[in-house]
């Protein structure tokens, strides 16, 4: 499939120069040309030539002498249109950025205002005008070859100037300021920058690239015209824009990922129960799009570091620039997290002695927490404080010594910051990350919102419950629904008086029951007047297996959707503890997509 090259090239200049008779004047040249191709290139264009001050009075003196027939001293449209047909036809030939011109505006027939228009300052104009004279022709053009020599400062002399001259006998000479840019769409690119005086800059794209040129001097040196080329090739492993660009593209990806990468480790080396906690550190993401830039702008601006547009940064140099700047990515990222990581408080374990678990023989003990019997086969924990003895698991359950308040389990008790009075406090280690409270001021660290729902995902439900208690020890009212009997619910989570449970039973003997099989009526008609009429409450639903067993999944869901809607209306929070072996996967993806936070604590 044959590439296509598009090429816009805008030659300006605007400077004094010397005529042929000595006198002073400007020319200025612009040039616009589109091509395309691979071996065989055309294309098409157009240009501008503008003579001012006395260079514009020599090019009227040297037409009105050659075109004027009829010896008035002014130019009528139909002799201008003799100068634009001969000038045509000296023009074509002529190269036009490395391209001959084969075929140019025809002119014969051409109306008053089409002459006008291609020849400005000279129609009824008189000779010593200070108008300028301006000259515009469209052309077409082709040329061959993989690679071409373009002279960027020969042509508009070569070109234009000398056919100009042929015309009318008028050869501008002197200085001249030439502003070029061009435009490449395509595979082919331009390399080996050979300059004088002149400069050259680029933006390279994906697409092709955007070239500026600029020269200010003589148009001749001993005799010759100056020389500043610019090599062009079709294709070049050396400076190929394209390749160049997927290896900037691969590069910024692996430099912007490194430092999220490295804070995955860094999270992995805090305690699990703090790892949401932990943030990425920012210096590190800034110094990445800063690198990923940089690497960016080399290939965009290849004579970024050109003071003489001479060196050119060839896309080839990217292949080591880029890799280099990955791994100092790597090795910073690591450097600095490696550092965070050194001063992440740990799990400070308690130093105090450890309380000796033995087998006593005695007749007959009782545990001082719960006051029954321990047996003589029973292992006792003795308080290594004060000596009180208890059963072990009464101990597991106080963590601290009723009498004397040691901590009897010091390789589960843990030192953290508090988010709120940020003074450290100690806990078990052991409690869901909802149910930790501050022990200076009361504080929870993490925080049951109002108006958002929660999925607990578990095969016991103590951690939905435990969000309930931090509630209930918050002073929000909540009101549970569950499959299992209420006094087990609340002597095995120790629910407080301000947290009310219903029984999802379809006997009628007892106010706390509710029917499950009327799900639409009784069960549906507590939960909204509680969420309705309590403000900031919270509501627990266990047993979403029983609803869907006595009723319908899909009266079930209904429900649930029903109380969300309900919470975010009244700002109170819902809370389900889901076992997951309860419910189908598809069941499970409807159910979850109805709740805001999903907490997984299988």
């Known amino acids: ?57 020599s090019l009227r003196e040297h037409v009105l002498a050659a075109f004027n027939t009829n010896d008035d001293d002014l130019l009528d449209p ?49 000779v010593n005008s ?41 050869f501008h000479e002197g200085t001249m300021t030439v502003k070029g840019r061009l435009v490449m769409v395509g595979i082919g690119s331009f390399t080996n920058p050979d300059l004088v005086s002149g400069k050259v800059s680029e933006l390279r794209t994906p697409l092709g690239t955007v070239v500026w040129y600029s020269y200010h001097g003589d148009m001749l040196v001993d005799g010759e ?119 992440i408080p740990e799990d400070t374990v308690i130093e105090v002695k450890q309380a000796l678990i033995e087998t006593v023989n005695v007749d007959e003990l009782l545990c001082q927490v719960c006051f029954s019997k ?3 086969a029973t292992d006792l924990f003795r308080c290594p404080g004060c000596g009180l003895e208890m059963h072990g698991t009464c101990a ?17 008790t843990r030192s953290i910051q508090c988010k709120s009075c940020r003074e450290p406090f100690l806990y078990s280690g052991m409690e869901d990350e909802y149910s930790i409270q501050c022990t200076r001021c009361g504080a929870f660290q993490e925080e049951v919102k109002s108006g958002r729902n929660y999925m607990v995902i578990d095969h016991d439900p103590g951690s939905a419950y435990s969000m309930a208690r931090a509630m209930g020890l918050s002073d929000r009212p909540v ?4 499959s299992n009997f209420p006094g087990k619910i609340r002597g095995e989570y120790d629910l407080g008086d301000n947290i009310e449970v219903k029984w999802f039973s379809d006997s009628t003997t007892d106010i706390d029951n509710v029917n499950p099989r009327d799900i639409e009526g009784d069960v549906m008609e507590i939960s909204s007047t509680f969420l309705m009429t309590t403000k900031r409450s919270g509501l627990v639903v266990d047993g979403l297996d029983m609803l869907i067993r006595e009723n319908d999944f899909e009266t079930a869901l209904a429900f ?32 979850s997509d109805e709740f805001d936070e999903i907490h997984d604590y299988r």
């Open 1 to 57: 499939m044959a590439a296509l090259l598009i090429t816009v090239f805008l030659i300006s200049s605007v400077a004094p120069a010397i005529g042929q008779d000595g006198e002073h004047g400007d020319m200025r040249v612009d040039v616009e040309m589109v091509s395309s191709g691979v071996n065989s290139v055309d294309g098409s264009g157009s240009f501008r030539l503008m003579y001012s001050g006395d260079a514009a009075i």
């Open 78 to 126: 139909g002799e201008a249109d003799g100068f634009l047909l001969a000038l045509s036809d000296v023009l074509m030939g002529k190269l036009v950025w490395g391209l001959a011109i084969d075929g140019i505006t025809d002119f014969d027939n051409a109306s008053d205002n089409m002459v006008r228009d291609h020849l400005i300052g000279v129609v009824y104009t008189d």
């Open 130 to 170: 200070t108008s300028d004279v301006v000259i515009s022709m469209d052309f077409d053009a082709s040329g061959g070859g993989s690679s071409k020599l373009m002279q960027l400062s020969r042509f508009p002399v070569d070109t234009f100037s000398e056919s100009v001259g042929s015309v009318t006998g008028y």
């Open 225 to 343: 015209p100056v020389d500043e080329t610019l090599t062009y090739e079709r294709f070049s492993i050396l400076e190929n824009q394209q390749i160049g660009f997927v290896v900037v593209l691969i590069g910024m990806v692996l430099i912007i990922r490194q430092p999220m990468k490295r804070f995955q480790k860094y999270k992995l080396l805090h305690p699990r129960r703090f790892r949401k906690y932990a943030k990425p550190l920012p210096a590190t993401t800034y110094v990445s799009y800063a690198l990923a830039a940089v690497v960016l702008l080399l290939y965009l601006v290849p004579y970024l570091f050109s003071g003489g547009s001479e060196f050119l940064l060839y896309s080839s140099y990217l292949y080591f620039i880029v890799p280099a700047a990955v791994f100092a990515q790597y090795f910073l990222s690591k450097a600095v997290y490696d550092r965070a990581a050194a001063e």
């Open 374 to 376: 321990i047996d003589l």
């Open 396 to 412: 597991e359950k106080s963590q601290g010594c009723p009498s004397c308040g040691a901590v009897l389990f010091p390789e589960r």
């Open 479 to 482: 009101l549970v629904l569950t």
């Open 560 to 591: 649930l959707k029903r109380l969300n809607d309900l919470a975010a209306i009244h700002g109170a929070t819902i809370i389900l503890a889901l076992d997951m072996s309860s419910v189908t996967a598809d069941q499970f993806k409807a159910v």
